[in-house]
């Protein structure tokens, strides 16, 4: 089966600082991929970097074979750290800005999912609180058809219903045949549906492994893996 | 279906002793189609492909069986279900006896201790 995505010995340094270290990760299709580290690991880095917001030091990066550029960003769907949506905007605003963007937007499913959360799409998002805001946000990541889905950090800051809400919602949407990376820190809260794991520690990749295989291995769970293997 | 996990134990293993039994139980009956992986997965909130891996183990297992066409459905072999009821049924006990056995019963006032407490149902 063709690599969905590919990082061939990839650095990146800030002036001196070196914050990827010789990057080596296959993601193969029809996966949900945990990116597992602490605060200031590089994990939004490396994200940035495989959606062509950042150029590498050194180092390659394929999406189906092909260096990541206008093509891969078509079909890989990003939902970033922080919103890059005007809140001055209603969510039907949002909608239009979508499909216009993007041709493997689907707005009849975004329309269905934000039903379902009994939503006012005349409402501006700065109206919102910021639970709502991040489900509309995952909703229009989730609505794409891409190949590869990449959430920064979805769970941050929201309570847990709604983080349960958010799981659902990537494990409802995400396409047969696509990948998802899910980068976080509040591990015990995704790790169910993990399909493998990548841990990465001060720049570098320290493990990639099968859940599963991870936890009969360990006899414990990812979350105290993590903790004992990264303690302060 | 509605499966509460323990995160310390491969989640593949957790669905095959959890569908194991709903078989056993008679929740699922013998020969009934089972939903597609993917309804299975979203019903119980997990990845389709652990999902899978359960599958192929059951399948493993003699205790679900696939047609080429119309998907999986569960085993028509009674005995079959019996048995793996039976070995259940020993393992529960074998806990109960081995708790008990922690805080100072021997076998037989294990045995006399369930009678008592269950003797007037």
Do not use: W
Not at chain 1, 75 to 82: A, G, K, M, T, V
Not at chain 2, 6 to 30: A, C, H, M, R, T
Not at chain 2, 49 to 66: D, G, I, S
């Amino acid at each position: 089966m063709m690599k969905l995505l590919e990082c061939i010995n990839i650095n990146k340094s800030f002036g001196n600082k070196k914050v990827l270290k010789d990057i080596n990760l296959i993601i193969p299709r029809g996966k949900i991929i945990g990116l597992l580290g602490k605060n200031g690991t590089g994990k939004s880095t490396l994200i940035k970097l495989i959606n062509d917001l950042l150029t590498p030091t050194s180092g390659k990066i394929l999406v189906n074979g092909k260096e990541v550029g206008v093509e891969s960003k078509k079909i890989i769907s990003y939902l970033p750290e922080r919103t890059y949506l005007d809140k001055s905007m209603t969510v039907d605003q949002v909608i239009e800005y979508f499909e216009d963007f993007y041709d493997n937007f689907d707005s009849k499913k975004a329309r269905k999912l934000l039903r379902d959360l009994d939503l006012d799409t005349t409402q501006k998002l700065s109206k919102m609180s910021k639970g709502m805001q991040e489900k509309v946000q995952l909703v229009l990541v989730m609505s794409r058809k891409a190949d590869l889905y990449i959430l920064d950090e979805p769970l941050g800051g929201v309570d847990p219903a709604t983080r349960d809400y958010i799981l659902d919602t990537i494990l409802t949407n995400f396409n047969e045949g696509a990948s998802v990376i899910i980068s976080t820190h509040l591990i015990s809260d995704v790790e169910r549906i993990l399909d493998e794991v990548i841990f990465i520690d001060k720049g570098k990749i320290i493990l990639q492994s099968d859940s599963d295989e991870l936890r009969r291995k360990e006899n414990s769970s990812i979350d105290e893996i993590f903790r004992r293997m990264f303690k302060c | 279906m509605m499966f509460e996990f323990d995160n310390n134990i491969p989640i593949y293993l957790q669905l095959v002793e959890q569908l194991k039994i709903y078989i056993i139980s008679g929740k699922i009956n013998p020969g009934e189609r089972l939903p597609s992986v993917r309804d299975l997965a979203l019903q119980t909130k997990v990845n389709p492909n652990t999902m899978q891996k359960a599958l192929v183990e059951l399948e493993e297992l003699k205790l679900v069986y696939t047609e080429r066409t119309n998907g999986r459905f569960v085993t028509n072999d009674q005995k079959l279900i019996e048995k793996y009821k039976k070995e259940y049924a020993d393992e529960l006990s074998k806990k109960y006896f081995a708790s008990m056995e922690s805080i100072g019963f021997n076998i037989n006032e294990s045995i006399k201790y369930l009678k008592s407490i269950g003797g007037d149902k």
